[in-house]
Antibody, heavy 118, light 105 residues
């Protein structure tokens, strides 16, 4: 069964750092591009970051460029999102998402809640 | 950045009715347009891609149309499980989502 299983919710202070992880199973992870998308409480969806299947190419939304870093370990079937210089407005549900090449998002993780608060 | 605008924000309908949701792009995305459904407490799921191709398992009562900057999602004969929030997304230039349309009973 195809699955994207995310780590549990995290709490971090403003200015601090957190790392999200997502482990894939049921498909050839190293053949697929991956992304992170977030959803603030009661709000819509915001794409954050993209990483190519081999990990050589990354792209970021302007809102997080320079603060967030996407990476992957194909040997461990895992994708990560490093969140630095946290802001209260980063509080959201974060989803790891598989994309069909650089196109639509065809599989979503269950989400992990990030709370930024002192 | 390509801005996606959905209308209406909220749509009220009854089971058995048909509804049409709209999505507009700030510049042409050709047919690089997807729709997602998000039920309460769940992650979004892919509904439609390439404007009009249904994802695996999506019933035929869902249909998509449009090209360039104007797109629609039509749901015929609404079922109870269709009441959810729907998002459009362009993937021509990076990615951006509309703000969503909440379909309520």
């Amino acid at each position: 069964e195809l699955q994207l299983v995310q780590s549990g919710g995290l709490l971090g202070p403003p200015g601090g750092s957190l790392r999200l992880s997502c482990v894939a199973s049921g498909f050839t992870f190293g053949s697929y591009e991956m992304n992170w998308v977030r959803q603030a409480p009661g709000q819509g969806l915001e794409w954050l970051a993209y990483i190519s299947s081999g990990g050589a190419d990354t792209k970021y939304a302007d809102s997080v460029d320079g603060r967030f870093t996407i990476s992957r370990d194909n040997a461990e079937n895992a994708v990560f999102l490093q969140l630095n210089r946290l802001r209260p407005e980063d509080t959201a549900l974060y989803y790891c998402v598989r994309s069909y090449y650089t196109e639509y998002f065809d599989q979503w993780g269950q989400g992990a809640l990030v709370t930024v608060s002192s | 950045e390509i801005v996606m605008t959905q209308s209406p924000a909220t749509l009220s309908a009854s089971p058995g009715e048909s509804v049409t949701l709209s999505c507009r792009a700030s510049q042409s995305v050709n047919n690089n347009l997807a729709w997602y459904q998000q039920r309460p407490g769940q992650a979004p799921s892919l509904l439609m891609y390439g404007t009009f191709t249904r994802a695996t398992g999506v019933p035929a009562r869902f249909s998509g149309s449009g090209y360039g900057t104007e797109f629609t999602l039509t749901i015929a004969s609404l079922q109870s499980e269709d009441f959810a929030v729907y998002y459009c997304q362009q993937y021509k230039r990076r990615y951006s989502f509309g703000q969503g349309t909440k379909l309520e009973i």
